[in-house]
């Protein structure tokens, strides 16, 4: 049964801006473990930082919580398989909310064109 579903978007340029002004920072600050990793290999990381925030929160909304009570941005990972399909993955305080709500199966849908970046996300119980 499906219990949630959040989307987001987010402007690529403002990222850039955001990129521009504070460097890796904003990425260590965003990014999980595992995304950090794979940023640092990418070509363009305005538009993979935009797709990971609206990833983020896509869940949040889907969830119906947004960022509250001790959950953080790095608690929440788009992980991507060899073929390019994303995954999510949850720790910390994400993960606690997953598990009260009994979610058994999450799905995400990312994509950016030109100057936008965009993530569908359904939680199912």
Not at 53 to 74: I, N, P, Q, Y
Not at 76 to 87: E, H, K
Not at 97 to 115: G, N, R
Request: charged fraction near 20%.
């Amino acid at each position: 049964m499906i219990i949630g579903i959040g989307t987001d978007i987010v402007h690529i340029p403002r990222m850039a801006r955001l990129l521009e002004k504070h460097g890796d920072k904003i990425a260590k600050r965003l990014l999980a473990q595992q995304e950090w990793q794979q940023f640092q290999t990418i070509h363009n990381p305005a538009a993979f930082l935009a797709k990971r925030f609206a990833a983020k929160e896509a869940v949040v909304k889907a969830l119906g919580t947004g960022f509250r009570d001790g959950m953080r941005l790095s608690d929440i990972a788009v992980i991507s398989s060899s073929l390019g399909q994303p995954t999510l993955a949850f720790s910390g305080k994400v993960a606690q909310t997953v598990q009260q709500l009994q979610i058994s199966h999450s799905y995400i849908s990312l994509s950016d064109e030109a100057a936008y970046a965009i993530a569908y996300v359904i939680m199912e119980q």
